[in-house]
């Protein structure tokens, strides 16, 4: 019979099989295998979502994405997209403005920051105004007190 060798280190024992939480098992993953995503154009969604919306027998709509490798929050996002408006949009930076739109664009941020500059002016009278109206009001009110009390 074949003696197993068992050492008692005070820490939790592990089965042969664990795997050991240390550097030579926290390897870095495969270089070569990058992951991309995937880019479905508004076409193959249309029509991936008619097939779907024939689908009518028990399992129908799974084996489509399972045919297509796709997920149910693919559908759901689509379905979405559909409502709104499919679209093909460009991602990344927008195409830079030409000098007249940038010229327009100047001239209103001009307009907005004055605009809120009388805003604020107006705000501060207002409230000035307000201010003034009660220290009127409780003058008032003091003077026909003491011109009540003299009759």
């Given amino acids: 019979m074949a003696h197993r060798e068992v050492s008692f280190s005070g ?3 592990r089965s042969e099989g664990a795997p050991e939480n240390d ?5 870095a993953p495969d270089p070569e295998v990058k992951p991309t ?16 919306e024939r689908c009518r027998e028990s399992g129908e709509l799974g084996a489509l994405l399972r045919r297509e ?3 149910s929050s693919h559908l759901a996002a689509w379905r979405k997209q559909a409502r709104i408006g499919l679209a093909d949009e460009k991602r ?9 739109e ?4 100047e001239q209103l941020e001009r307009e907005n920051r004055a605009l809120r ?3 604020e002016q107006a705000e501060t009278i207002i409230s000035v105004q307000k201010k003034l109206s009660l220290i009127l ?10 011109s009540d009390g003299n009759s």
């Fill in 11 to 13: 820490g939790p024992e």
């Fill in 23 to 27: 550097a030579r098992s926290a390897r």
């Fill in 37 to 52: 995503r995937r880019r479905f154009n508004a076409e193959y969604k249309l029509r991936i979502l008619r097939e779907a």
């Fill in 69 to 71: 490798g796709l997920y």
């Fill in 92 to 100: 990344g930076r927008k195409p830079k403005r030409s000098g007249s």
């Fill in 102 to 105: 940038r010229r327009r664009i």
């Fill in 117 to 119: 500059r009388r805003l």
């Fill in 137 to 146: 009001e409780s003058m008032g009110t003091e003077d026909s007190g003491k």
